[in-house]
């Protein structure tokens, strides 16, 4: 274990910290990263030793696959067929904050451990100008999880990475909250290639299923087999250390209650019932609760609607049983 993570301002007018993070991937270390969704755990995704240590200072199970950030839709296409889809998603909603898994095209110089032995690899173009520069001053795929320990909340500031992997990791690059503040949306496709194939969301995100239809003229399916093909499957997930629980209009004793709408609470995601604005505001309000003195968190209902539906998927995978 390392004794100290190190803590580095970023600025686009101040390439240092990533020169130094940038030494710090090639030479197979980890480096917490913000991009526009969550701060990421970056590694070098074609060194397997590197990965490896994704998974063991997370404590992530290795069925888990992860996703690979990319520069552009050049650099995904080398790694995957994204075929007639998913060219027409990337040109889309590249760069920004949609995941695209598509079949791992032969001899990509892609570490097992990233698609944790599946056909197929996730991957993304990233929006966010840290990201960009890492990628840039890299050269090569970074595999990056959300950074924070397996299953806890995801992190929206540096201080919630520092919170579950300080001393874990060498390094991580602030540059204040993240904007969306949720994961990237998760999208598969069968039929690779074909015009009539359809649209599997494996996570909802700030990517709607009505945007991804729209963009492709194909249906979206949300129906689970039960198999973990993408991150952000499990059944419990994104959960604080107190127990949660949903759709309530008011606090019990003992709980710290995060409202929405016209329910008032401790904090409310948003006063006027903003789904963006409460998108942004959900981590770092778990991680607020979470680290108050009360026993419990309460959370105001959502609607079941846009941007909701990815709202709804973290908070009910917060409040899942855990084993």
């Given at each position: 274990m390392l004794t100290a993570t190190r803590r580095l301002p970023f600025s686009p007018d101040a390439p240092d910290a990533i020169t130094e993070a940038a030494a710090l991937i090639r030479a197979g270390a980890l480096v917490a990263v913000p991009t526009e969704t969550v701060y990421g755990l970056a590694a070098d995704a074609t060194d397997a030793a590197a990965v490896a240590r994704i998974y063991e200072a997370k404590g992530r199970p290795s069925f888990n696959p992860l996703i690979v950030h990319v520069p552009d839709m050049a650099a995904a296409d080398a790694l995957a067929d994204l075929g007639e889809t998913g060219r027409l998603l990337a040109h889309r909603f590249w760069p920004g904050p949609l995941t695209?898994?598509?079949?791992?095209?032969?001899?990509?110089?892609?570490?097992?451990?990233?698609?944790?032995g599946l056909s197929t690899v996730a991957l993304r173009v990233p929006a966010h100008p840290a990201m960009q520069a890492l990628l840039a001053a890299c050269g090569r795929p970074l595999a990056a999880p959300s950074a924070n320990a397996s299953g806890t909340i995801s992190p929206t500031r540096a201080d919630h990475v520092l919170r579950s992997l300080d001393g874990r990791i060498a390094l991580v690059l602030d540059a204040g909250a993240t904007g969306l503040g949720l994961e990237?949306?998760?999208?598969?496709?069968?039929g690779v290639g074909a015009t009539d194939g359809t649209l599997r969301l494996l996570r909802p995100g700030p990517i709607t299923p009505e945007a991804l239809t729209a963009a492709t003229g194909l249906p979206v399916s949300t129906t689970d087999n039960g198999s973990i093909e993408a991150p952000g499957q499990l059944a419990s997930h994104y959960a604080p250390a107190h127990p949660v629980r949903l759709g309530a209009t008011e606090a019990r004793p003992g709980e710290w209650l995060i409202g929405f709408g016209p329910v008032a609470g401790d904090r409310t995601l948003s006063p006027s019932g903003d789904?963006?604005?409460?998108?942004?505001?959900?981590?770092?309000?778990?991680?607020?609760?979470?680290?108050s003195a009360r026993a419990g968190i309460a959370v105001a209902p959502i609607p079941e609607e846009g941007l909701g539906l990815a709202i709804n998927d973290r908070l009910h995978r917060a409040a899942a049983p855990r084993d």
């Open positions: 695209i898994v598509a079949p791992l095209r032969a001899g990509a110089p892609i570490a097992s451990l990233v698609t944790a990237s949306t998760i999208v598969g496709v069968t789904l963006v604005e409460a998108a942004a505001a959900l981590f770092d309000a778990l991680h607020e609760a979470d680290m």
